[in-house]
């Protein structure tokens, strides 16, 4: 199990937004790979019922650890809300550095789904306090990265009153409009 008081010590100094209505917070260590779709049959009185795997009760637990509570009481966010999130994974096959000195960082391109992921973190926003009810989240940025720096490794989340809903440009449209993409190469 991970040392979470001290990661999330580490993590959470100078990570606070001070924008009113705003939450930023890095989870620090590897993301759990497991989603919510990971369930195991189970039989309940002679039903089959389906309840939870192991691996999907661990990735909870995880996000449960490593998320501090909000202690701001009535300061829960309710919404219309929008989520950015970066999911990132220590890749010991990378390089931490490439020759300029930089974080060698790559798209991390297999599973978990980023859909998929974003659920557990969205269902422990709303047991720690920090949202009233993911459905109030109403647009969402996703994604997943491998780095070769392990203190890179972590869930990277900012939540934030939604902007006000731009105009649509396509509502004219009668159907879907194909753009073709230039050739490689």
Known sequence: MYVAKKLIDKAMKGKTQAVPGSVEMFLAGNPPTTTHHDKAIGVINGHATLRNSAALEEANA?????????????????????????????????A?????????????????????????????????????????????????IASGL????????????????????????QRPTIIPMDPIG
């Open 62 to 94: 995880w996000y449960a650890t490593m998320m501090p509570a909000n202690l701001r009481q009535g300061v829960t966010l309710a919404g219309p809300l929008q989520i950015h999130v970066t999911f990132c994974w220590h890749d010991p096959r990378l």
């Open 96 to 144: 931490e550095k490439d020759h300029n000195g930089l974080p060698v960082r790559v798209w991390f391109d297999r599973k978990p789904d980023w859909d998929n992921s974003a659920k557990g973190l969205c269902d422990c926003l709303v047991k720690k306090g920090w949202i009233l009810d993911d459905k109030r989240i109403v647009k969402g940025a996703v994604q997943k």
């Open 150 to 173: 392990p203190s890179d490794a972590g869930v990277y989340v900012n939540l934030c009153p939604a902007a006000p809903l731009p105009v649509l440009p396509f509502k004219n449209l």
